[in-house]
């Protein structure tokens, strides 16, 4: 029992930690869009986020590869006689093996689409070279990093990954205060070399820290044999498979959309994938500090708790997205026009709309992906993942071939999300055994009543006249609230409002 208490406490600890470090990079990330915006102007600002997309791309790429990480150490530490410095080891040697393919393959036929099919404007094909060049040296240094990054998550040690991120975010805003008021020569190369600076930053931060405080487990000591890393390799290669083809689906969308459209319809895009990122990070961090003990209870033999563990963070997951959900929807144009001002791009509202709705789809699978990943056999699981992935770029290609407007994509992304959802609980089903619509009614019951009152509210709330800022925001604020209100009142059971009652009572008493 005092276990049990204990990671309680962990988890809610943790749980805060990342909700705060959550709030400051996002408030700081929405900053530095709006004026990186104005530096470089929607065209500038579109080809970056397709040529340097490959820092985004492949940074994501490495934030799934550490979810590999993650579940290897956690699972050998809770194991009896497990040996992390072997898993690291591999971890590190496989890491450094990919990013090695990475350059390998964007010097190559990254460098042959760039030349031979990117639409820019003529006169931006040595930017558009120069930007990929840097962004490949950040996407690789970004690979290697996650072993070191890893063993924070996986020690749950997220305060120092809170602060890391956080400073990473503030330089990123300096060096965008500096690009837009003090440096005057090419703004679009600049900014490439900004962001690659803020990775070197955050490589050399994880590497003194991971060195410092867990000697043993970083150590460097070859691993030899094949069978050492296949296990591993096997794991990660279909991880590696699911996030390539999200990788895939996300930069294909935008290179699609800039073969119909061109660069300043790119920036509405990257404008509303931001607007996702964003959203999905809110939840992410709660999915992300309940990990660590999903693949913990599975590597000691619990499987029911890590289920239970799973099940609960779903809907609290799914909860808190529709809380975000409905308090944006409501008055999205006029968040938009309040972060982006008049440097909005033409069609960025549309985008976002829809965006959002792929961030619900999303919530679902909270919980329930660190749950397949800890109970091992997830081939099937990626490989479904990324059919439904890469799907919709098809239906996208012919959709814009015959003249449908540019959100058309985002609207098959919303479907192959639910069906991937479906086609997952299936597999758990066939595979592990488990009783699919015991989760589900547990996970997405009372989330879905909530939904659906906030649905008739909305539709009530837009026949409203609304017309001044001040009841504008003011309807922000009512729809937050009344959200919020709905997700403790029907989403949560009575022992979690209890405890979340005790929690918030003994946080005032404690600043009284």
């Not at 000691?300 to 609290?316: E, H, K, Q, V, Y």
Request: proline content about 2%.
């Amino acid at each position: 029992m005092s276990q049990e208490s204990d990671n309680k406490k962990t988890l809610a600890r943790n749980t805060i930690i990342v909700y705060v470090q959550m709030f400051v990079t996002m408030a700081v990330s929405l900053l530095s869009v709006r004026l990186v915006l104005r530096a470089l102007g929607d065209s500038d600002y579109g080809l970056f986020n397709i040529v340097g997309g490959v820092i985004a791309m492949f940074m994501f790429l490495s934030t799934s590869m550490s979810v590999t990480t993650t579940r290897f150490l956690n699972y050998e530490r809770g194991k009896k006689d497990g040996d992390t410095n072997r898993i690291f080891n591999q971890s590190n040697v496989l890491h450094m093996l990919f990013a090695l393919v990475v350059f390998l393959l964007l010097e190559t036929a990254g460098v042959y689409y760039i030349i031979h099919y990117l639409n820019v404007a003529p006169g931006k094909e040595a930017d558009a070279m120069f930007v990929f060049q840097v962004s490949t040296i950040t996407a690789c240094l970004g690979i290697t990093n996650v072993p070191f990054q890893s063993i924070f998550i996986a020690h749950e040690k997220f305060s120092v990954v809170a602060v890391v991120e956080i400073l990473n975010v503030l330089l990123k805003l300096l060096l965008v205060l500096v690009m837009l008021w003090v440096y005057e020569g090419n703004a679009l190369r600049f900014y490439a070399i900004c962001m690659c600076m803020v990775t070197v930053f955050s490589f050399a931060i994880y590497h003194v820290l991971a060195i410092r405080r867990w000697p043993d487990i970083v150590r460097w000591k070859p691993v030899k044999g094949w069978r050492s890393y296949k296990e591993q390799l096997f794991f990660s290669n279909w991880n590696l498979l699911a996030t390539f083809s999200l990788m895939l689906r996300g930069q294909g969308a935008a290179l699609i959309i800039n073969h119909f459209f061109g660069t300043v319809v790119n920036a509405a895009f990257a404008v509303a994938n931001n607007v996702q990122q964003q959203v999905n990070t809110f939840i992410g961090n709660f999915d992300t500090a309940v990990s660590p003990q999903i693949a913990r209870n599975v590597g000691a033999g619990d499987t029911g708790r890590s289920l239970t563990l799973a099940c609960t963070t779903c809907r609290m997951c799914v909860l808190l997205m529709e809380v975000v959900f409905f308090a944006l929807y409501v008055e999205l144009e006029f968040v938009l026009r309040c972060w982006l001002g008049d440097d909005m791009p033409e069609g960025t509202v549309t985008f976002c709309e829809y965006t959002l709705f792929i961030a619900v789809v999303s919530s679902t699978s909270a919980g329930l992906v660190h749950l397949i990943n800890g109970l091992g056999k997830i081939k099937w699981f990626k490989i479904q993942g990324c059919f439904w992935q890469v799907l919709p770029l098809m239906f996208g290609w012919v959709a814009y071939s015959r003249g449908m407007p540019p959100h058309t994509i985002v609207l098959f992304f919303v479907v192959s999300d639910a069906m991937s959802r479906i086609t997952q609980f299936w597999l758990l089903h066939r595979i592990y055994g488990i009783k699919v619509m015991t989760y589900v009614r547990e996970a997405y019951t009372r989330p879905a009543i909530v939904f659906a009152i906030m649905l008739l509210y909305m539709l009530l709330y837009r026949l409203m006249p609304i017309e001044s800022f001040v009841v504008h925001a003011l309807g922000i604020l009512l729809t937050l609230l009344i959200a919020a209100g709905l997700a403790f009142s029907i989403g949560l059971r009575e022992g979690e409002k209890r405890m979340l009652t005790d929690f918030l009572k003994t946080k005032l008493n404690r600043h009284a």
